[in-house]
RNA sequence: CGGAGUGUAGCGCAGUCUGGUAGCGCACCUGGUUUGGGACCAGGGGGUCGAAGGUUCGAGUCCUUUCACUCCGACCA
């Protein structure tokens, strides 16, 4: 892409109402935009990018563990919340509606319900057990106290992913083959986190963990040994527990809850009467397991943990272009060749690149690199005058470290600290 | 849902106490000068001052009502 042609409106001034640094940062380097509706935000260019490849990542693991990805509609029934009763436990979070023809909906703000549903009318045997399903869409609730932009909006975009299996057994197996793969995402991801003993909360279960991305700014109190890998949501844990069951003293730190597990049994299949014939071609209701990670909040997460006071620093897999090109003086026809030869050089390669190729007099060199900076793109290659000497600048942004060099070998290195 | 604030140009704000022609910075448009770290000069466009009602010769400003948004708390897969 071209800078140029994208919509990426930066600003200087911070927003007023913005207290996080992901919440400034994701405004002012034009990632999202306030709608002025309570929690509810506008994906601009730049941040749609960041969340289908936070989202890509997402898939592929899933995928590679054999999940089966589907798409259920926004707006559900709410006769299907009627079943299980959460169409009351859920209270005013569900935000419901009629139709013209005075049915009631709700915007869906999680899907056991219906996806259960989808698996009742079509699974019938033991032999089509386990099943994994999930989806990535977009999930409302009318939150009591919607805040922090991304972190907790009312609209976001959630995975949401159930397991249905033929055993209890079978179903530990498979939350701890999706506990793998959610370290695999969040590792993937650049991210520091760690998973806790959590409470199960409205969704009912046995056992839950959940997925802390470690941040200062996180909503959730937990408790981590650095002894062990125990770590424990502050909530699920007796007042005085101050040690580790190997001992050690546990330090209380803050998190942001990304990814939530839980052990669900029957809970849903049993008032659904979702039911399978068994081996002793018996009736069965599915045992259940169901996965969440809250992938826009991801985005929040990222940067919470990952800025400096110039702006956003993503991680190579998150971030919405790897590599910026800046063309120091766009007019300079030597300068936009270079430019423009590295461009296509670096999109043969695979690598996802943005040539900043402003020509405009009120975009200086000043403008170009304070955007680089406050966007957060991996690596800037400048392009300006020492292209007289066969040389290029590159600029690493998660520590400013700059470096010459030659124009011939600015896309093996790059392609070289891609791949590390 | 309790507490505290804020609503004035796309964004950030002043003006409100003490009523009298709607302001500033950024952004935007035109021209010129600049050109490696958010340039400068000159000119210009953009407003039912959140909404409704009231007081007044006159309301952004005073009174009443209401709505929205933000922050703290409670709540929250």
Redo the contacts with the bound molecule.
């Keep these: 892409m071209k800078f140029s042609r994208m919509l990426i409106?930066?600003?200087?001034?911070?927003?007023?109402?913005?207290?996080?640094a992901s919440?400034k940062l994701l405004l002012?380097a034009g990632f999202i935009q306030?709608t002025?509706?309570?929690?509810l935000y506008n994906f601009l260019p730049l941040g749609k990018i960041t969340l289908e490849k936070v989202r890509k990542v997402v898939k592929e693991e899933l995928d590679k563990a054999g999940c089966n990805e589907v798409h259920l509609p926004m707006v559900t029934s709410l006769k299907l919340w009627e079943e299980t009763g959460r169409a009351d436990k859920f209270g005013k979070?569900l935000l419901r509606f009629r139709d013209r023809h005075e049915n009631d909906f709700t915007l869906s703000?999680?899907n056991e319900e219906a996806m259960v549903n989808l698996v009742r009318q079509t699974v019938k045997s033991y032999k089509q057990l386990p099943l994994n399903v999930y989806q990535i869409n977009w999930?409302f609730?009318d939150?009591?106290?919607?805040?922090?932009?991304l972190m907790?909006g009312r609209e976001?975009l959630?995975k949401?992913a159930y397991s249905f299996h033929a055993s209890v057994e079978d179903m530990e197996r498979e939350f701890a083959l999706m506990e793998a793969t959610y370290k695999k995402i969040f590792t993937r991801l650049g991210l520091e986190f760690k998973v806790v003993e959590?409470?199960?909360?409205?969704?009912g279960g046995a056992g839950?963990k959940?997925f802390m991305v470690l941040a200062d700014s996180g909503?959730?109190d937990i408790m981590v040994c650095d002894a062990c890998d125990f770590a424990a949501n502050i909530e699920v844990l007796d007042e005085n527990t101050k040690n580790c069951t190997c001992g050690a003293e546990l330090r209380v730190t803050k998190g942001i809850?990304a990814?939530?597990i839980?052990q669900l049994g029957t809970t849903y299949s049993a008032p659904m009467k979702a039911e399978f014939l068994n081996e002793n071609q018996k009736l069965e209701p599915f045992v259940m397991g169901t996965y969440?990670?809250?992938v826009s909040r991801l985005l929040a997460g990222i940067i919470e943990q990952n800025h400096d006071e110039?702006?956003c620093v993503w991680t190579k897999e998150s971030a919405p272009f790897n590599v910026d090109i800046i063309v120091?003086?766009a007019?300079n026809e030597a300068?936009m060749e270079v430019g423009l030869n590295l461009y296509e050089a670096l999109q043969a390669k695979g690598v996802d690149v943005l040539l900043d190729d402003r020509a405009?007099?009120?975009t200086?060199?000043?403008?170009k690199?304070?955007?680089f900076?406050?966007i957060g793109m991996n690596y800037a290659i400048?392009?300006?005058?020492?292209?007289e000497e066969g040389n290029v600048?590159l600029?690493t942004r998660a520590d400013?470290s700059?470096e010459s060099v030659a124009i011939d070998e600015v896309v093996n290195v790059i392609m070289e600290k891609l791949g590390s």
Excluded at 36 to 39: D, F, M, P
């Design positions: 409106p930066t600003t200087k001034e911070t927003p007023n109402d913005a207290v996080l919440h002012r306030f002025g509706g309570s929690g979070e703000p999680t999930k609730r939150e009591v106290r919607p805040r922090f932009g907790r976001f959630m949401d959590a409470d199960s909360g409205a969704i839950s959940e909503e959730d809850e990814g939530h839980f969440g990670i809250g110039k702006g120091a003086k007019k300068q405009d007099k009120k200086g060199f000043g403008v690199v304070k955007d900076e406050l400048v392009v300006g005058n020492d292209i600048e600029i400013l700059k």
